[in-house]
């Protein structure tokens, strides 16, 4: 398994625990990012710079991605492409998303889509991560990495 991080987005706390991660399980980790992302040295990170533009280093993602590898991403979009490759995906919050839950968070998306695009007052998206989130997230990075590790 490899794990992709959509990196422009990912908060550094995330980071943070990807890395450490990695070095524990001897994982790979590919964070794909549109602006330079400077890593720890080790053989386990990997850094692929995209060029800026939208949802480019998105399909980069989706253009490498192979079944049962693990996809750490926000980007409900991009987690529909990656689950249509049989991958997995969770965010930065520890949530998975699945086929079960992904169409129901796209139809999500783009009613809240179209109600900002309305002029209508919408939330102005998720509160800053806390140290629940923080757990949340590197309990369900080591559930993944553990059932990979005994597939």
């Not at 086929?99 to 889509?113: A, C, K, S, T, W």
Request: net charge negative; aromatic share 6%.
């Amino acid at each position: 398994m490899t794990i992709w991080v959509d990196a422009d987005a990912c908060p550094n706390v995330v980071k943070e625990i990807l890395f450490k991660a990695a070095k524990r399980a001897e994982i790979n980790v590919v964070f794909v990012a549109n602006q330079f992302l400077r890593l720890p040295p080790s053989p386990w990170l990997q850094m692929q710079q995209v060029e800026s533009g939208f949802d480019v280093a998105d399909d980069k993602i989706v253009e490498q991605v192979q079944a049962g590898d693990l996809v750490i991403t926000s980007d409900i979009p991009l987690a529909a492409e990656v689950i249509e490759k049989k991958a997995l995906v969770i965010t930065p919050r520890g949530e998975p998303y699945t086929p079960q839950n992904i169409g129901q968070r796209l139809n999500m998306r783009d009613f809240m889509e179209t109600m900002r695009s309305s002029a209508i007052q919408v939330g102005g998206g998720p509160p800053p991560m806390d140290s629940k989130d923080k757990q949340a997230f590197a309990n369900a990075l080591d559930r993944y990495i553990s059932k990979a590790k005994n597939a």
